[in-house]
């Protein structure tokens, strides 16, 4: 069954780094394009950014350009969202997304 696992949040100062791990399972992940969302408390989940399957094409929101990069390794069928200089603003679940299934999400907050 199809299956995304996100790993690697937490609680950390602004400022700091985080990079958060999704571990796909059960599709043909190279194909795919695979994406980041956050959703803030009280928010509703929206897009951060994506990486093509075949193209690799990159697309990022912009409050996170130049912060933030996503990357995939096909062999291990894992994306990762490596998240620079956060912000307060950061703060929400991020989830994984393969343009059908959403994995469980990862909690990430940022403060002081």
């Known amino acids: 069954q199809v299956q995304l696992v996100e790993s690697g949040g937490g609680l950390v100062q602004p400022g700091g780094s985080l990079k958060l791990v999704c571990a796909a399972s059960?599709?043909?992940?190279?194909?795919?394009?695979m994406s980041w969302y956050r959703q803030a408390p009280g928010k509703e989940r929206t897009l951060v950014a994506f990486i093509g399957g075949v193209t690799n094409d990159i697309e990022y929101t912009d409050s996170v350009k130049g912060r933030f990069t996503i990357s995939r390794d096909n062999a291990k069928n894992v994306v990762y969202l490596q998240m620079n200089d956060l912000k307060t603003e950061d703060t929400g679940v991020y989830y994984c997304n393969n343009g059908a299934v959403w994995g469980q999400g990862t909690q990430v907050t940022v403060s002081s």
């Open positions: 059960g599709f043909n992940f190279h194909f795919y394009t």
